[in-house]
């Protein structure tokens, strides 16, 4: 059972960057494929961004390539979502999930409680 906790979600203002982690409790975490989805209010969940287990290929919803970036450090069991450009859109509910890097978010087995993030323009 992979245990995932969120942080660095907060209120910002459009334009500036921010950092979300995602810490896994468990030691095997190097073996899973990992994502962010987010859910505005009043929307479905969406997916954001996915990563492979070794971090050489990731993969984004055309609504974040170019200004989001997932990264992970198999040493610290954590991954990341660098988020630059933030705009009032980008306003959500933040999850990290683990064991795919599809799109679809009935392939993931186990998810974090999520972080807001809400960027006022």
């Known amino acids: 059972q992979v245990q995932l906790v969120e942080s660095g979600g907060g209120l910002v203002q459009a334009g500036i960057s921010l950092r979300l982690s995602c810490a896994a409790s468990?030691?095997?975490?190097?073996?899973?494929?990992m994502a962010w989805f987010r859910q505005a209010p009043g929307k479905a969940r969406e997916f954001v961004a996915s990563?492979?287990?070794?971090?050489?290929?990731?993969y984004y919803a055309d609504s974040v390539k170019g200004r989001f970036t997932i990264t992970r450090d198999n040493a610290k069991n954590t991954m990341y979502l660098q988020m630059s450009s933030l705009k009032p859109e980008d306003t959500a509910v933040y999850y990290c999930?683990?064991?795919?890097?599809?799109?679809?978010?009935?392939?993931?087995?186990?998810w974090g409680q999520g972080t807001q993030v809400t960027v006022s323009s």
């Open positions: 468990e030691r095997t975490f190097s073996a899973y494929a």
């Open positions: 990563i492979t287990y070794n971090g050489r290929a990731t």
């Open positions: 999930a683990a064991g795919s890097t599809e799109r679809s978010e009935g392939r993931y087995p186990y």
